[in-house]
T-cell receptor
Framework: NAGVTQTPKFQVLKTGQSMTLQCAQD?????MSWYRQDPGMGLRLIHY???????DQGEVPNGYNVSRSTTEDFPLRLLSAAPSQTSVYFC?????????????FGQGTRLTVV | GIQVEQSPPDLILQEGANSTLRCNFS?????LQWFHQNPWGQLINLFY???GTKQNGRLSATTVATERYSLLYISSSQTTDSGVYFC???????????????FGSGTRLSIRP
């Protein structure tokens, strides 16, 4: 049981490049989500998914796309990277059914856009 | 939307001291968690505590849901306790709502040897 696995851990992109941040969980969680963390701030929600085939926007969705073709995977795509997307990205997952809603986070991806 | 406020924003203590971190939230919540983000950036679950009191070693947490606050207690602080402590709440889990975990801005704790 590996929990939530994010890859890569570090990435440097040039402005305009595209890339996909991978997130996988092996806990059979329905809920998965992506957050970004900027210096001195808490985490802000980018996109989330309540199950395979279902995604929705969070607080800061612009510039990011997601899809959820399987329960296990929830990739985050940057179509045209911008310096404002320099941040640390965290993926999280949790069970759907309350009260067992504890969220588990991956180790983060540190992205720099130059 | 729901507001989550943490206090104090920064705390510097000597090793061995005790501390209390506070999290206030502006509306009723379904879930509340405390996380520790260590100096390497890892987010570590400390407590899942929508109500009541839990203890784990030198750490304990209490959430009084009716009064909309939670407290994290750290006793006999160690240098490895340094980092940022986040409180995170979840307002609703319905499919049609903007269900999401909302984080406070954190308390930065520095433990001096």
């Amino acid at each position: 049981n590996a929990g939530v696995t994010q890859t890569p851990k570090f990435q440097v992109l040039k402005t305009g490049q595209s890339m996909t941040l991978q997130c996988a969980q092996d806990m059979n969680h329905e809920y998965m989500s992506w957050y970004r963390q900027d210096p001195g701030m808490g985490l802000r929600l980018i996109h989330y998914s309540v199950g395979a085939g279902i995604t929705d926007q969070g607080e800061v969705p612009n510039g990011y796309n997601v899809s959820r073709s399987t329960t296990e995977d929830f990739p985050l795509r940057l179509l045209s990277a911008a310096p404002s997307q320099t941040s640390v990205y965290f993926c999280a997952s949790s069970y759907e059914v309350l009260p067992d809603g504890e969220a588990f986070f991956g180790q983060g991806t540190r992205l720099t856009v130059v | 939307g729901i507001q989550v406020e943490q206090s104090p924003p920064d705390l510097i203590l000597q090793e061995g001291a005790n501390s209390t971190l506070r999290c206030n939230f502006s509306d009723s919540v379904n879930n509340l968690q405390w996380f520790h983000q260590n100096p390497w950036g890892q987010l570590i679950n400390l407590f899942y505590i929508p109500s009541g009191t839990k203890q784990n070693g030198r750490l304990s947490a209490t959430t009084v849901a009716t009064e909309r606050y939670s407290l994290l207690y750290i006793s006999s602080s160690q240098t490895t306790d340094s980092g940022v402590y986040f409180c995170a709440v979840e307002r609703d889990r319905g499919y049609s709502s903007a269900s999401k975990i909302i984080f406070g801005s954190g308390t930065r704790l520095s433990i001096r040897p």
